[in-house]
T-cell receptor, first 113, second 109 residues
Framework: EAQVTQNPRYLITVTGKKLTVTCSQNMNHEYMSWYRQDPGLGLRQIYYSMNVEVTDKGDVPEGYKVSRKEKRNFPLILESPSPNQTSLYFC????????????FGPGTRLTVL | AQRVTQPEKLLSVFKGAPVELKCNYSYSGSPELFWYVQYSRQRLQLLLRHISRESIKGFTADLNKGETSFHLKKPFAQEEDSAMYYCAPAGGGADGLTFGKGTHLIIQP
């Protein structure tokens, strides 16, 4: 089944404790991206990647890192999480670029205490 | 800078009534235009895109280039249409993909 998977689905952590949220897709998509969803603010893009070893900042990249060492995986790294990063995170992928249909993961609900 | 406006945060209509969710955008060039939907406790999924000109679940969207609008419409709302709806223009290169803040559509029985 073609899909985008994220792990973990739920995470409660404390300020400053490094964490990684994984994202994987099995559709051989070139384009992958991360969003955070907050009430009243909609979806805001954190980082995106056009292909392996090609990443770029989105609208709200501060406090986040990403890597794209393999085409299928695009992990989101929070080196030192803070409470304002408490949010619902979505990974998405698509063929070639952002102008094609985005396929979304199920979301990861992160709480930073 | 690119901008997407969905003026209604919340829209409540009765079952069987017409629905219109508004979207206005400000983009350089001619972006590709999408509507995504998120049902309760589910992931976002594509509802429709302008280039395909399809009607999905009874929804259609009309592009008005002069007004730079891409409003989503359905003549007769159904309870299963209750969801969050996001308008998303996508331009190539630096313009990227931008999601509106979303409209929460509630269909009352």
């Amino acid at each position: 089944e073609a899909q985008v998977t994220q792990n973990p689905r739920y995470l409660i952590t404390v300020t400053g404790k490094k964490l990684t949220v994984t994202c994987s897709q099995n559709m051989n998509h070139e384009y992958m991206s991360w969003y955070r969803q907050d009430p009243g603010l909609g979806l805001r893009q954190i980082y995106y990647s056009m292909n392996v070893e090609v990443t770029d900042k989105g609208d709200v990249p501060e406090g986040y890192k990403v890597s794209r060492k393999e085409k299928r995986n695009f992990p989101l790294i929070l080196e030192s999480p803070s409470p304002n990063q408490t949010s619902l995170y979505f990974c998405a992928s698509s063929y070639f670029s952002e102008v094609n249909e985005q396929f979304f993961g199920p979301g990861t609900r992160l709480t930073v205490l | 800078a690119q901008r997407v406006t969905q003026p209604e945060k919340l829209l409540s209509v009765f079952k069987g009534a017409p629905v219109e969710l508004k979207c206005n955008y400000s983009y350089s060039g001619s972006p590709e235009l999408f509507w995504y939907v998120q049902y309760s406790r589910q992931r976002l999924q594509l509802l429709l895109r302008h280039i395909s000109r399809e009607s999905i679940k009874g929804f259609t969207a009309d592009l008005n280039k002069g007004e730079t609008s891409f409003h989503l419409k359905k003549p007769f709302a159904q309870e299963e249409d209750s969801a969050m709806y996001y308008c998303a223009p996508a331009g190539g290169g630096a313009d990227g993909l931008t999601f509106g803040k979303g409209t929460h559509l509630i269909i009352q029985p």
